[in-house]
């Protein structure tokens, strides 16, 4: 998906589909696009899209952009269901200060996106959107997020899938979240690696 600027969304709606690669290579405004799409393109009821934003606020650390929320890069997605949480996205590794800090970082955001996951569960709706599925793929499991995406008419998310984001104490932290991406990669049919 190298070409972002003429993308025809029409080929995603009913699919499922999946986004992924480095950090700064859009995953999150394509995904704010999609959403745009169903509702000026599609006239989805907006309470028909479900958003399930895991990603941490917007920032910067050194000369690296992280996080960003799908309304960032479209304001009118809060009129969809957003599904709200209290607490705040942690950007594990970026911000712990010791091995203990990122597990303790790990598993606040496990808790936030597990819950978030299941209350969707309770209340889906036809359209699904996940930003930053990585952050719950850290302690969550592959298996029960596929068969969530499963089993809705059209999915779109995105998952950050690389090696700028780095952490100076020795974890496997990375190597099992992307042996879990590559697990949906190759279980969901429209992947595309954005770089």
Request: with cysteine; charged share 25%; aromatic share 16%.
């Amino acid at each position: 998906m190298r070409n972002l600027n003429n993308i025809d969304f029409q080929k995603f709606f009913g699919q499922y589909t999946l986004v992924y690669g480095e950090t700064n290579t859009q995953k999150t405004y394509l995904t704010a696009k999609f959403v745009q799409y169903l509702l000026e393109s599609k006239k989805i009821n907006p309470q028909e899209i479900s958003i399930l934003d895991f990603a941490p606020k917007l920032a910067f650390f050194k000369d690296l952009k992280i996080g960003g929320r799908i309304q960032d890069y479209y304001n009118k997605s809060i009129k969809c269901k957003n599904f709200i949480f209290e607490g705040e996205i942690i950007p594990p590794r970026l911000k712990a200060k010791s091995k203990s800090e990122l597990y303790k970082n790990i598993c606040s955001n496990y808790k936030i996106t597990s819950k978030i996951l299941n209350n969707f569960k309770e209340n889906p709706t036809d359209f699904l959107i996940i930003n930053d599925i990585s952050i719950y793929l850290h302690l969550g499991s592959k298996r029960y997020i596929l068969e969530t995406i499963f089993r809705v008419n059209t999915f779109f998310g995105n998952s950050y899938y690389g090696t700028s984001i780095k952490s100076k104490f020795p974890t496997l932290l990375s190597i099992n979240e992307k042996k879990k991406v590559n697990f949906l990669i190759k279980n969901i049919k429209n992947s595309y690696f954005t770089g």
